[in-house]
DNA sequence: AGGGTTGGTTCGTTGAATGAACTGACTAGG
DNA sequence: CCTAGTCAGTTCATTCAACGAACCAACCCT
């Protein structure tokens, strides 16, 4: 299983962004993100990637000021990945995704329900407030767990975590 | 560069959807559908893709039911790949993708615009039409060329078709 | 000094993408 | 009828990325 890099000489946008984000593991890192993982170890736990190709991802997301790499503390040396504007900007991509995905092969009962914080509509497939009536930016969604239980439950520290309480989007998980 | 294709116990709906799409040149394909692209030499000649990897790829977006088989003629047999409705609910996805990346990584004058045919406006980030206020449902967007022109345009008959005029999403390039 | 934690790097193996060659069904032209 | 050409693939040897286990380095705590 491997996503090749280059899609050159296709004068295109989408093959520009994919040549970043279309990477294998890319998407599913971004997505943790939002989840407020932010630490090596906590994406290592909660995708199963190989250790390599976690720093290659990491160190390609950095480049491209999706993430940003933050010294919280310094001794010992510890940095955190953030996701930078630009990488926020990627739940117009990530949610419709999940949306689509939920719809065409989710079950009835899905694992998850992404819901407007200010009122605790869920997110229409665009993304937006069916009730408000607008966007909603991913600072003011929650990842809620269920209703559905996933068959054989994670658990690694982030999925714990997620199935335990409502959560935010981009606020630190732990 | 290879994309592998499982991410098995993610237990999350974003990774079944990559499971499908994310696989290198899926989505290029999914986009030239939209493009009126259908015949297997024409994606052939317009994504530099090899052979055997395109074979697999219709095939397995078929089986998925984002594309169908059509037989448009019986001798010499000939079918044809159309986006299926849930292939056409993939519009969700690229075009946010198409516009993420044109916005952080394009020049200042893109080599492609998506119009609402109604009013001729561009469309937002979002997809949405700024001018009529609402959803645009993709056949009704038209991608022009240009402004900008590209440094080494592509000389394929799909490219050549896409730069000479204006082209109505979903509907045959030739 | 010894053991644990964190965040990597190294490296041999596996498996997918690549690309050139080949195949088979059919048509068109001479 | 024979030959050339088109279209839509399949085959196969090579290349390259993903995998995963082992190793490493910095730092902490006791």
Redesign the interface.
């Known amino acids: 299983?491997?996503?090749?890099?280059?899609?050159e000489?296709?004068?295109?946008?989408?093959?520009?962004?994919?040549e970043l984000?279309?990477?294998?593991w890319t998407?599913?890192i971004v997505?943790d993100a939002f989840y407020g993982v932010r630490r090596y170890g906590d994406f290592l736990a909660h995708?199963?990637i190989p250790r390599a190709v976690l720093a290659d991802r990491l160190a390609t997301l950095v480049e491209a000021n999706v993430l940003q790499r933050h010294r919280y503390q310094d001794s010992p040396p510890r940095d955190e990945y953030l996701l930078t504007d630009?990488g926020v900007?990627?739940w117009?991509?990530?949610y419709?995704?999940?949306?689509?995905?939920?719809?065409?092969?989710?079950e009835e009962e899905?694992?998850?329900t992404f819901r407007h914080v200010a009122c605790g509509t869920e997110l229409d497939?665009?993304?937006r407030c069916p009730a408000c009536g607008g966007?909603v930016s991913p600072g003011d969604v929650e990842a809620h767990s269920g209703p559905r239980l996933?068959a054989?439950?994670?658990r690694d520290p982030v999925?714990v975590a997620l199935r335990q309480r409502p959560h935010r989007l981009l606020q630190p998980l732990f």
């Open positions: 299983m491997a996503l090749g890099k280059n899609y000489g296709q004068n295109c946008s989408l093959a520009r962004a994919l984000v279309g990477e294998r998407l599913l997505r995708l199963d630009r900007e990627l117009s991509v990530i419709p995704l999940w949306s689509w995905s939920e719809r065409h092969f989710g899905p694992l998850r497939p665009a993304g966007e996933p054989r439950p994670r999925s």
